[in-house]
């Protein structure tokens, strides 16, 4: 639904005066111009830092993984770079190089991993950081400011970040870095942030296909090589210590796609038996359902809304390549994330920041769509996340809602409409 343009020019221009005068006015435009949204997310901003204050200081601490992480990067500390040998009190350390680094930070930054009340005050600096590069994108694609209200109204995230501390945060801010980037064609930077959230979580690929489309749509097959190439060299670099110790052993700890859940956790797929949960047969029709939702749109939607269907066979001058403007870039990287959410093999209760800042984007991105059932749709998934543990039916409505939003973004999705002020070609790109 494209936002209402409904501003009143003496709220606007009067301050406070205005506001008093047409108070009527000032809220339409507060809540539905887009000219207020910069405004309306610092007061959110602000109060979100009130509010995870509050959070810490009254809701006790449940400890997860953080003792974990900790006995992991302490194993490096001591000198171990064998990742076959690094663990924790869950398990094997199983996420990649970037992981390492930045938890060492938080290591010696709260007395060895023991000060765990310093380490819930800097996730509140991490969850303030994640909203606001979310903010970033929603303004640079001309959201209505009440769109940002929803992204603040969540038991759960505010949990994973800041009774949690769980390492997806740290991802998830690299990754909406990356999508700023992109949204303004700095395209290299865009792609070293990008392979930096992938180095401390591999969900981040999730993310890929999108990215992949929107580069060889960019830059043609031959330009879009020393992009990729970037993001590979990233991995190296970083990987580095772990990789001149034992190669195989790294590789097959960091970047394990075939690891097996735990059922116990899982949000999605309670409504089947552990045994079936656990059958590789499973997992091949959800990879193959994945593949084929990410093609389908690639060349029906994608590619379609650019005339581009062709994209191995297009190559743009190397002075001149195509511009998309923000919202088609997001649209394309928050769909392909989605689609990947949609038929993952089991989606854990921390993973819902994987995609919760995204949904809300992403059903306003859809005009046909009434506000009544976007509202709806938002509270059924949010409702689905906080059962615990999770019962049938919240894992039948969490797969009935991702195929209600698969299908709602298919058939009604803004592809290849700009908005108003959806301005492409001002920025330069690299």
Not at 323 to 330: C, F, M, N, V
């Amino acid at each position: 639904m494209a936002p209402p343009r409904a501003r009143s020019d003496a709220a606007v221009s009067g301050g406070l005066g205005g506001a008093v005068a047409d108070p009527v006015g000032f809220i339409k435009w507060i809540l539905l111009d887009p000219s207020a949204t910069i405004w309306v997310s610092l007061l959110i901003l602000l109060g979100e830092v009130v509010v995870n204050l509050a959070v810490i200081n009254v809701v006790p601490y449940t400890e997860i993984d953080w003792k974990a992480y900790m006995d992991e990067v302490e194993g490096v500390v001591n000198g171990t770079y064998d990742y076959t040998e690094l663990r924790g009190g869950t398990g094997p350390l199983v996420y990649p190089a970037g992981f390492v680094y930045i938890f060492l930070g938080f290591y010696y930054a709260t007395n060895l991993g023991l000060n765990i009340l310093r380490a819930q005050y800097m996730f509140v600096a991490v969850y303030v950081a994640v909203l606001a590069a979310v903010h970033c994108v929603y303004i640079s694609t001309r959201m209505p400011p009440y769109t940002l209200l929803f992204l603040s109204c969540t038991y759960r995230i505010h949990s994973i970040f800041v009774l949690r501390l769980f390492n997806d945060p740290i991802a998830m801010l690299l990754l909406f870095i990356a999508v700023i980037l992109f949204q303004h064609h700095r395209w290299y930077a865009g792609c070293l942030f990008f392979s930096l959230a992938v180095s401390v979580k591999m969900n981040v690929l999730l993310f890929a296909p999108g990215l992949l489309f929107l580069l060889l749509l960019t830059f043609g097959f031959w330009q879009t090589i020393p992009r990729l190439a970037l993001c590979a060299v990233v991995q190296l670099v970083l990987g580095l210590p772990f990789l001149l110790e034992n190669p195989a052993g790294y590789m097959e700890r960091a970047f394990n796609f075939g690891r097996q859940f735990d059922y116990t956790w899982t949000v999605n797929w309670r409504l089947i038996s552990q045994e079936t949960f656990l059958d590789r047969r499973l997992h091949l029709v959800l990879l193959g359902l994945h593949i084929g939702a990410l093609v389908l749109f690639w060349l029906y939607r994608w590619s379609a809304a650019h005339g581009a269907v062709s994209l191995f066979q297009r190559a743009p001058l190397a002075n001149a390549p195509q511009k998309l403007t923000p919202t088609q870039i997001t649209a394309v990287l928050f769909t392909s994330n989605l689609i990947g959410m949609a038929f993952a093999r089991s989606l854990h209760y921390q993973f819902y920041v994987w995609y919760f800042h995204t949904l809300t984007w992403l059903v306003w991105f859809v005009p046909a769509l009434h506000p009544v059932a976007k509202c709806a749709l938002l509270l059924a998934i949010e409702y689905c996340w906080n059962v615990y543990p999770s019962t049938p039916f919240s894992s039948g409505l969490l797969h009935a809602c991702h195929a209600v939003l698969l299908v709602a973004l298919w058939a009604g999705g803004s592809w290849g409409v700009a908005k108003k002020g959806d301005n492409a070609g001002k920025h330069k790109t690299t």
